[in-house]
């Protein structure tokens, strides 16, 4: 995991609000609970999603980030890039508190995984979304993602949309 870098992106959201943005640990119980938030969310919008299976050491290691969002110094939200193939990271653990929703929080946090993705050698990120998060998909529809086919354990899945974005000197937000 890429935790040496300096990658604090800061951004005054409406209302002279601060957003920061920086790798984080995957462990800390910031970031647990933040997944564990984004879990019952998931539940709620498809039906009984079991435990959460967040397993952090899915985002430790090579090629891997994993980043918390924090408004005014409070944590409300959370993303993550691991490795999908060979020169393609995908996006996964993306998500924001109801409550800061609508002040550019995941727009800010889907900048700094691209942003480490590029400084990790990635040429492409990939995420899987699901059709009752129009939210979710305006956002990576106005980041530059674009559809593609279904894959891995999503493709039978009528639920999933899955996108991808390539990243270069034309492709950052």
């Not at 990576?140 to 991808?164: F, K, N, V, W």
Request: with cysteine.
């Amino acid at each position: 995991m890429v935790r040496d870098k300096a990658a604090t992106v800061n951004a005054h959201a409406r209302e002279g609000r601060r957003v920061t943005v920086t790798l984080s640990d995957p462990s800390a119980p910031e970031s647990l609970l933040l997944v564990e938030h984004l879990w019952k969310a998931l539940g709620q919008l498809y039906g009984n999603t079991g435990p959460c299976q967040f397993v952090p050491a899915d985002v430790e290691g090579a090629g891997t980030a994993f980043v918390v969002a924090r408004l005014d110094g409070r944590p409300v939200g959370c993303g993550a890039i691991r490795p999908h193939e060979p020169g393609v990271a995908e996006v996964k653990r993306m998500y924001v508190e109801p409550a800061a929703r609508g002040l550019g929080v995941g727009r800010r946090i889907l900048q700094e995984l691209e942003s480490v993705a590029g400084a990790l050698g990635y040429v492409a990120i990939r995420l899987e979304t699901g059709v009752k998060q129009p939210a979710a998909i305006s956002l990576y529809e106005r980041a530059g993602y674009q559809r593609i086919e279904r894959y891995g354990t999503h493709a039978e899945d009528p639920l999933s949309i899955c996108m991808e974005k390539r990243l270069g000197e034309g492709a950052r937000l």
